[in-house]
Each structure stands twice: as structure tokens, then as C-alpha cells.
């Protein structure tokens, strides 16, 4: 190798080593390779490349990912880019490290976080979501299509302002507003109801919950939450609350029907009986006096428990 190959070999950050392509034996290796597998350079060069290869895993980086034995024996994810040319008169390949095990580290997180949320999304019949604040981007679960029908969203996701633009226009000002202000106040739980455009362009009833993160210097950088669809709920509370009403008007116009003709024949009994002192006479008016009076008790006692709004 030209001096000048050998300077870029030794200084290079990336580890780098060059073996012998029949024999697979180290006959060179960097100072950071030495440092980055932690052994020593006179035994790297006594050690052979299946002493520190094991299998090849295919990810979905779109990188062959070798595995890496250190002296350690810990395990690294590399990705190997070898070149072929002669060295020490020997068929060899240089070949240049790079490590991608925190890579796969973080995919594999994220391979498990989307199968907990589809798992999630497959125990509940909510329609759940992750807000990114810092992309302005929303994943939602099949519930977005399933329940509200919104199939051409793509990937299943959409942005902020999508969502917004479905919120009802009354209601919009006042959604934003509360969570804006939940997040002013370092809340980390909001919640609202609102109504929330259908594919078909009708609206439902919906209960959204969220729970927010903070970052360590307190802004929020992501809500996750669950929208219900409580359309089912209004309409019901709605037809108990139309239904209370009239039972209430029913009540009113029958307590006061009733009442009216009562009142008239307490009446007639106190004239009556100031006109006709007969004892027999007066012991009838009083069974009449008392039976109207316990009838009126009755509907008065009906019109205060009746339902009202």
C-alpha cells in the first residue's frame, strides 16, 4: 500500500483491517479497530475473521448486518464494506467497519412500539393516536378508517391540520383553545368533546383523551390518546332529555286539569256545609272534605316527582 493509504489506514476513526482472503488471518489492523473490539494488536494479528464473524442477519435498513464478537464478549451489528488488492504479496480485502447496532437497536424499539399499538388498537374499539409535535404529524389506528371511514389516508397518517380541518367549524376555536391552554398549564392529560367529520362528510360525536409528553425542559413534544365515538350516547341522552319534557308538561297539564275541578268542590264543601248543620249531612261532608284533600295530596305529590330537564 502507498504511504499515503497507509496514513488514511491508521488514522481513520472507522475500524478497518485487511486479511488474507485464503486464509481469513488479520494482517493489518487500525487503531480503531484495536479500541472498538478491545483487543490487543499483536492478538488481532494472531486471530483469524471467523474468531470474530458470526451470521449475517438482512434488516430492514436495506444493509447486510454482520455480527461482531468483541473481546468483551459482547455482540455488534456492523455493516462491512470490503475492497480487494494486494498487501504483503497476498491476495487480501480491506475492508471498513461501521457499527449499527444502536440502528437496530432503535428499529427493534420501534418494531415493538408499533406492535404494542397494534395491539392496543386491537383490544379497544377506540380510535387511537401518537401525535409528533416536532413533525406536526398524526398515526392513527384502522380505527380512522374502520369507525369515522377515512380510507384514503395514506400509510395512516395524516397531519395536524388534517385533523383540525374534521373537527366541526363551531366547535374548532374552542377544541384548540383548551388544548392549547392544557399545554400552557403543563396538564398532562387532555380531554374535550367535539363533533368530528365522517369520510362521508357527516359528523359524529366524539370523546378525545390525550395524554401529553414533556421533554426535560418542559415543552410538549408528543400526545398520545383515544377518540371514542359517543354519537350513540347523545342520541340517547338526548331522546331521555325530550322524552323528560314532555313527561313534565303531561304532568303539569294533568296535575293542573285535575286540581282545577278539586279546588271547585273543596269549595262547594265549605258552603255547603256552613248551610246544612244536619249531623248526618255534616259526617258526609267530612268523608268528602278529607277524600278531596287526599286526592289533591296525591297530585301534588306526582306533579314534584316527575321528571323534569
Known amino acids: 500500500m502507498p504511504t499515503a493509504q497507509i496514513d488514511l489506514f491508521q488514522l481513520s476513526p472507522l475500524p478497518m483491517w485487511i486479511f488474507d482472503v485464503n486464509t481469513f488471518a488479520f494482517l493489518a489492523v487500525n487503531p480503531a479497530a484495536v479500541q472498538f473490539y478491545g483487543y490487543e494488536h499483536e492478538t488481532f494479528l494472531q486471530m483469524t475473521l471467523q ?10 435498513l ?9 473481546q468483551c464478549g459482547g455482540i455488534v451489528y456492523t455493516h462491512v464494506i470490503p475492497n ?4 504483503q504479496e497476498k491476495d487480501a ?3 471498513m467497519i461501521y457499527d449499527y447496532t444502536e440502528s437496530l437497536e432503535n428499529e427493534k424499539r420501534m418494531e415493538e412500539s408499533a406492535q404494542r399499538f397494534n395491539t392496543v388498537s386491537k383490544a379497544t374499539s377506540d380510535t387511537i393516536w401518537d401525535y409528533r409535535i416536532g413533525s406536526q404529524e398524526i398515526l392513527w389506528n384502522r380505527g380512522i378508517k374502520g369507525i369515522f371511514g377515512h380510507k384514503d389516508i395514506v400509510g395512516d397518517t395524516t397531519s395536524f391540520e388534517w385533523w383540525n380541518e374534521q373537527v366541526h367549524p363551531e366547535d374548532r376555536q374552542r377544541v384548540m383553545d383548551k388544548k392549547i391552554q392544557t399545554q400552557l398549564e403543563g396538564s ?27 421533554d426535560e425542559k418542559g415543552k410538549p413534544v408528543r400526545i398520545i390518546g383515544a377518540m371514542e365515538d359517543i354519537t350513540k350516547r347523545k342520541e340517547y341522552i338526548r331522546a331521555i332529555e325530550t322524552q323528560n319534557k314532555k313527561f313534565k308538561e303531561i304532568a303539569w297539564i294533568q ?5 282545577a275541578p278539586l279546588a271547585r268542590i273543596l269549595a262547594l264543601v265549605d258552603l255547603i256545609r256552613l248551610d246544612s248543620p244536619d249531623d248526618d249531612y255534616e259526617i258526609m261532608l267530612d268523608y268528602l272534605s278529607s277524600s278531596a284533600k ?3 295530596s296525591v297530585i301534588v305529590n306526582i306533579a314534584d316527582k316527575s321528571p323534569v330537564t
Open 62 to 70: 436495506g444493509k447486510e448486518i454482520k455480527l461482531h464478537r468483541k
Open 51 to 60: 474468531d470474530i464473524e458470526g451470521p449475517r442477519v438482512q434488516t430492514k
Open 255 to 259: 296535575s293542573h286539569m285535575v286540581r
Open 93 to 95: 480485502k480491506l475492508v
Open 188 to 214: 398532562n392529560r387532555w380531554e374535550d368533546e367535539y363533533r368530528f367529520r365522517c369520510g362521508d362528510g357527516t359528523y359524529r360525536h366524539v370523546c378525545d383523551r390525550g395524554f401529553i409528553v414533556f
Open 84 to 87: 480487494s488488492l494486494r498487501f
Open 294 to 296: 287526599e286526592l289533591n
